[in-house]
């Protein structure tokens, strides 16, 4: 912002999640105005902002929240209409891939319709924002060509895919048929201290930190043999930002570009708090694996394995690195690290 220029406003939906609370330490560390779309609950789960909502230097001055739900376009179109933001960052919904088998119709309707009702708010919008629309890798789902780049044809294989195919094939539609600024973030999987709970990740983090400090008995994990393509969270915020302060809107596949296995991925988690976590042979039963005397114990639980495991998704960065400029610099495993010394130090407090 230069002289009087008023504050740039950007307004989040799942300004809670883990990329909504980035999003919102990086706009405000910039002297932007937020606005955050969260809803109303019995209890309160907003624990990634909590130290901004706490702060009456920036709650109320710079941070703005505003109830609503996904469903509700009504209230949504009210607050896009009074808040007038200059870019939006849609990225609420239900995110995890494999209970989309367990609940998909929700899930479609949380991720599909959500997005088309907000495209037709923006098209009817005076000055439509730029929209940054929150993709996934799982729109390719079983893929053809490896590793994925923006021209990749969708071939999902999760209900959570399908839906994100929708949404992304519909984002591409409103920009080419209504003019809208809309850029899809065709996102691989983005990992911090600040991931969910229910998240293989995180269940790993968190069991490292507490098998280092004895107070865990096992593990379960499911397919230990499954690839991701895995980087850090904070990174893939600022490349969201930089897709709509381009002159163009387009599709930008944000990725590390390398694949890492769960094994290798808790490995290194273990090794961070100081547990050499060994595995034997070429995999696990059932019933386990125990190592250091039964302190440490992975259990392989079939109910963690999905009806269908993706291959070989990883992505092609090249675009994102010659537009953008940008280019992650942590690896999956220097990810594993970080969310299990936050998770250590958790215990510690």
Known sequence: MQGNEPPKK??????????GSYLADLFISEGCEVHGIVRRA??????????LRSNPDIYGRQLFLHYSDLDDSTTIRRILNRVEPNEIYHLAGQSHVGLSFEIPESTCQEIASATLSILEICRDLKKPPRIYHASSSEVF???????????????PATPYGCAKAFATNLASVYRQAHGLFICNGISYNHESPRRGENFVTSKIATAAAA???????????????????????????????????????????????????????????YREVGVDLAFEGAGLSEVGFEKDSGKVLIRVNPHFYRPIEPECLVGNNCKAEEVLGWKPSTTAKEVAAIMARAAYNFLDR
């Open 10 to 19: 950007v307004l989040i939906t799942g300004i809670t999640g883990q990329m």
């Open 211 to 269: 098998h280092a400090r004895g107070c865990r008995k096992y593990l379960e994990l499911g397919n230990l043999n499954s690839r991701r393509d895995w980087g850090y969270a904070p990174e893939y915020a600022r490349a969201m930002i930089l897709m709509l302060q381009q002159d163009v809107p387009d599709d930008y596949v944000i990725a590390t570009g390398l694949l890492t296995t769960v094994r290798d991925f808790a490995m290194a988690a």
């Open 42 to 51: 019995s209890s309160f789960n907003r624990s990634r902002i909590e130290h």
């Open 141 to 155: 789902g079983s893929p053809a060509d490896f590793p994925q780049n923006e021209t990749t044809a969708f071939r």
